[in-house]
């Protein structure tokens, strides 16, 4: 999941990144376009108080604040007014005929480049898609600019509707290590040390090793190893599972204070019956640390595969 | 000090899950409700603080410039503020500042989080860092019940004594029209839930909730002109670094700090004697112990005595959570601001079926981050 890496800068950074699943909630306005759409119908919604209408419809005006009036189905024609081109294609800004605001969408450029001022015609996927996209673009028209008003559409029933769309993000990330980091897992990674520093006004040593002591607000000036034992602070048993969580039910979710450090270091007890967990542990119980094999080191938290208490 | 009124309150009717509305339609629900409180409209609104949790939890990034589309807020300053379950409560204090600093009149703070679109705990780890902690993290969940187990040695905060609150709080959410749990649970019920991170059952956690609420601050002068207002007496906000040396998981030293300030600036000495309704943003019904006793409701060591001995209950002589607490609804985001919201319709007498007779001075408390970002305020029915 984690590693350390060489990034373009040279300096090592841990790449990770976080996969989250949503469900989302379209409003009912959302849902009927996206709804219409597959029916080959673009809706957009009229708000009476400021006499203007927005595509694709919103549940609220963005100019009054107010509830939208009528759901309306608009002219498949329109103008662009804006262009630009990625990789992936050209995207652009649509005035769709008798609507009072753009609408961003692709802009097919297959038959040749498409200017600001060009008319433009819907086109739709082959089947709908369940999003926007069901739309799948403009393309070039002769077709003249349409006077029909928006028409208001007749109410679509509620079993018609997609109230939620399945969603994800996938965000990756490389974190720079700076110094106290770097320092710190190197030493990790390389020969199993921990280290933390020393606030020169406090004497206390920070786990893991800060430029500031966050108490005294001075400048720590020393590296110092602490220990692979400690005791416990606090723990908890973990029978609940959740997305994204790296372990299995049960554990125990232990704060150490490791020996010669004074804050806490969050990891697993293991080696225990967890079936005993709440009997077998206490405040104050005395903890070291399991190593993993050395082949299967990466220089993260992760290399301590647990920690185990220290029998009497 | 400048006086800050509350003028309009409003909240939405929670939900484990609302299909019918977005993220912002439901914002726009309380924010509604509160101006209509309140007497106003948007127009009226010189200022907007939006509060939510992490965008993690529902997947929009700054969703405040979408609210200005719902609220009709274009053209007038909007920000938003964010800090955990504390969230609410720290977008009321940027409201108040506002107005003691003579930058707006009028304050419209809308706050919410709609819990059931995002992946609730993985988003909570997000807030370890990634190289220390996050990959062992259970969201907050984890934490707090190490924490409490820390605490149940030294100040006797046991099982018992949490189940004592969860019983309390699930019974008063049925007071409460706003909130979608309302269960009837006994002492042995919650001992003998589902151990989710133990000591923390099933039973000690709140919902995962839809919700908003929203509450429209002002100046002295138009509180003074309005018809029911409820003063904020005082309010603070404090932080304690979450990994410094000898931290202590015992008492909350940022809450002892935060009712320290608000107590001074509201003329409290007793809060036992001089508080009458008392609501506390209570993540897990272990934190309600803890509260009492960073807020001197009693000694240190004697919450779970002050528990078992009815003083909290709703007749009682101090009564916490009247409304519920976290256990009737638990939308992060605006948790903070619902309990600053409930004990302002108490002092203004408009708290509905949990309504605390003859309620003048009101006490809240809410926080968020590792429990090391931690806030008070007091609001009464006098101006002071
Ligand atoms: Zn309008
Ligand atoms: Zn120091």
Redesign the interface.
Known sequence: MTRITTGIDQAPALETSLEMPYTLTTGKAVSVFIEQLGHGVIVGSHCDNCDRTVVPAQDYCARCGGDQGATVAVEPTGVVTAITRTADGAVGLIRLDGVDADLLHVIDESAGEVAVGDRVEATFAPEPVGTILTLAGFAPSTSAVSTTAPKEIDEVADEDLAKQIIYSLSLPYRHAYGPNYGRLFDELGSRGGILGSRCPHCQNVLVPPRAYCEICYVKTEQFVEVKDTGRLQAFSVIHMEFIGQTRKPPYVYAEIVLDGASTRLIHNVAGIDMARATEVLDIGTPVRAVWKAESERNGTLDDIDYFEPIPE | MKSVAIIGVGQTHHARR????????LA?EAALRALEDANLT?DDIDSIVVCTGPV?F??VNQPEKWL???????MKPVVRVTSGGGTGLAGALAAVNQIRGGFAERVLVVAYD?L????????I??L?D????R?????I???S??????RM?RLGHTEEAAAMVSVKNHKNAFLNEYAHVRRDVSVEDVLNS???????KLLDVPPISDGACAVVLSSGDIGEKSENPAWIRGMSYYSE?D?????S?IQSEPLEIAARHVYAEAGITNPRRQVDVVEVQEPYTCFELSYYESLGLCEPGGAAALMASGATQIDGDIPVNASGGCMGANPIGATGLIRLAEVAQQVRGKAGEHQIDGAKVGLMQAGGGWANLRGVAVVSSQKG
């Open positions: 609302r299909t019918d509305v977005t993220q912002i339609g726009r948007i993690l529902a997947a200005v589309d719902a609220l009709g807020a274009r709609k059931s679109e995002g992946a609730l705990q993985y988003s780890s997000t370890y990634p190289f220390w902690g990959e062992f993290a259970v969201g969940m984890g934490f019940a190490a924490a409490w187990r820390g040695g589902r151990p989710l991170c133990w000591p923390i670094a990994n410094a040396a000898n931290r998981t």
